[in-house]
């Protein structure tokens, strides 16, 4: 599996954005990018996930380079509820046999700082 | 609540003991799966089923784990023989294969925490 590189750890001030930047420079041309995000004490929840074109959602937008080689999750606003630790994942076309699991690494841990 | 639900959620155990944990899915989601999660640590992929088909196995799941998806619908997990190892948070999350090729979004429930002494 291609692999991902997170800061382990990230700070923001609450309502501000929060941009959180993901490696993945041995990415696939088929390799979509997922994020997901684990809150405390919960398993993790779906973020947003992309090919190549930048995407929008109620969550939050993610930001691919022209080379895919990395990627920003934004946070246009956050807030308290947003601390989470948050995963980069890589992950094939679902129609290919193996591709249904997630391969999750150590994210990278939200602080938000009221 | 018509989430993904997790029964127990904390399991203490002595070494050797055997336990077993229940994923109840989202229900018209066919794909169900489990993953380990350990301090610090990302989850872990173990199995995940398609209806009652087991599909995919991790070698992380040595001949101690098995795991059940009799009617498609819940699934369990044990594990034999217990070992200090084996405590970690267990995750279950379920999924609906549909059209989409680039996603097809699990839903994780809030883990069973397993406790060998």
């Known amino acids: 599996d291609a692999k991902t590189t997170q800061p382990n750890s990230m700070e923001s001030n609450e309502e501000e954005p929060v941009h959180l930047p993901c490696n993945h420079s041995?990415?696939?041309?088929?390799?979509?990018i997922h994020w997901y995000r684990q809150l405390p004490s919960q398993g993790p929840e779906y973020v947003i996930h992309g090919l190549t074109s930048n995407v929008n959602n109620r969550m939050a937008s993610l930001a691919i380079a022209e080379d895919r080689k990395s990627s920003t999750l934004i946070l246009h606003r956050a807030t308290l509820r947003d601390a989470a630790v948050y995963y980069c994942?890589?992950?094939?076309?679902?129609?290919?046999?193996?591709?249904?699991?997630?391969?999750f690494g150590t994210g990278t841990r939200l602080t938000i700082i009221p | 609540d018509t989430g993904v639900s997790q029964d127990p959620r904390h399991k203490i155990t002595k070494r050797g003991q055997n336990v077993t944990f229940r994923c109840d899915p989202i229900?018209?989601?066919?794909?169900l799966y489990w993953y380990r999660q350990t301090l610090g640590q990302g989850p872990e992929f173990l199995t995940y089923f398609q209806n009652e088909a087991q599909l995919e196995k991790s070698r992380l799941l040595s001949d101690r784990f098995s795991a059940e998806r009799p009617k498609g619908s819940f699934s369990t997990l044990e594990i034999q023989r217990t070992e200090q190892g084996d405590s970690a948070m267990y995750l279950c999350a379920s999924s609906l294969s549909g059209a989409s090729l680039s996603n097809n979004e699990q839903f994780f429930g809030p883990g069973t925490r397993l406790t060998v002494l």
């Open positions: 229900s018209e989601h066919n794909r």
């Open positions: 041995t990415i696939s041309g088929t390799d979509y």
């Open positions: 994942i890589l992950r094939g076309s679902i129609s290919n046999f193996g591709n249904e699991k997630l391969t």
